[in-house]
């Protein structure tokens, strides 16, 4: 099975925090994913991965950056954490398809409250 | 703007009962279509994928996709108590870099 790890499942940090989120996948996945999962407004996608040290912008990058120094950790950083950034965060990972996307799968999340 | 669109519910279902998920999508070059179930507090876990036109089931669970209408539906046969979550369709297309684009997710309660 694969296995998505999350840093922390809660998280507590004061505005103007630098925040690191740490997420680890074990199944030699190429791309990985960040989202934020807020009540009313879905899924999020932040920042994604489609390799080592490649980056692309989701819908919401603004106050965000990622970094991807080796292939199964993918880590999201708030820059100078604010109290708008409290949410949930999810880690996704997928190997690359051939011919058709593959299907993401999830870590446990991480709930990061900023206070 | 590629949409995939879901009605919110909540649905309502007896135990026992045929639960119709159903959800559409705009971009009609996306080849690949998956369907989440999250619980409450926790993350989506993958429950099917389906890539071509037609069925696909997995024990009580059915995924219809038809590309012509552009919709893709899950069926989930003897409903449960422990059915009742939040299910999300996913849609992605062809060159997405492993990209989904999500429904905002339908509520499901099984009612015993």
């Known amino acids: 099975d694969v296995k998505v790890t999350q840093s922390s499942r809660y998280l507590v940090k004061r505005t103007g925090e630098k925040v690191f989120l740490e997420c680890v996948q074990d199944m030699d996945h190429e791309n990985m994913f960040w989202y934020r999962q807020d009540p009313g407004l879905g899924l999020r996608l932040i920042y994604f991965?489609?390799?080592?040290?490649?980056?692309e912008k989701g819908d919401i990058p603004e106050g965000y950056s990622v970094s991807r120094e080796k292939k199964e950790r993918f880590s999201l950083i708030l820059e100078s954490a604010s109290t708008n950034q409290t949410s949930m965060y999810l880690c996704?990972?997928?190997?690359?398809?051939?011919?058709?996307?593959?299907?993401?799968?999830f870590g446990d999340g991480t709930r990061l409250s900023i206070l | 703007q590629k949409e995939v669109e879901q009605n919110s519910g909540p649905l309502s279902v007896p135990e026992g009962a045929i639960a119709s998920l159903n959800c559409t999508y705009s971009d009609r070059g996306s080849q690949s279509f998956f369907w989440y179930r999250q619980y409450s507090g926790k993350s989506p876990e993958l429950i099917m994928s389906i890539y071509s036109n037609g069925d696909k089931e997995d024990g009580r669970f059915t995924a219809q996709l038809n590309k012509a209408s552009q919709y893709v539906s899950l069926l989930i046969r003897d409903s449960q108590p422990s059915d009742s979550a939040t299910y999300l369709c996913?849609?992605?297309?062809?060159?997405?870099?492993?990209?989904?684009?999500f429904g905002q997710g339908t509520i499901l309660t099984v009612h015993p």
């Open positions: 991965s489609y390799d080592v040290k490649m980056k």
């Open positions: 996704a990972s997928s190997p690359r398809g051939r011919k058709a996307t593959q299907p993401q799968h």
């Open positions: 996913a849609v992605a297309g062809g060159t997405s870099y492993g990209k989904l684009t």
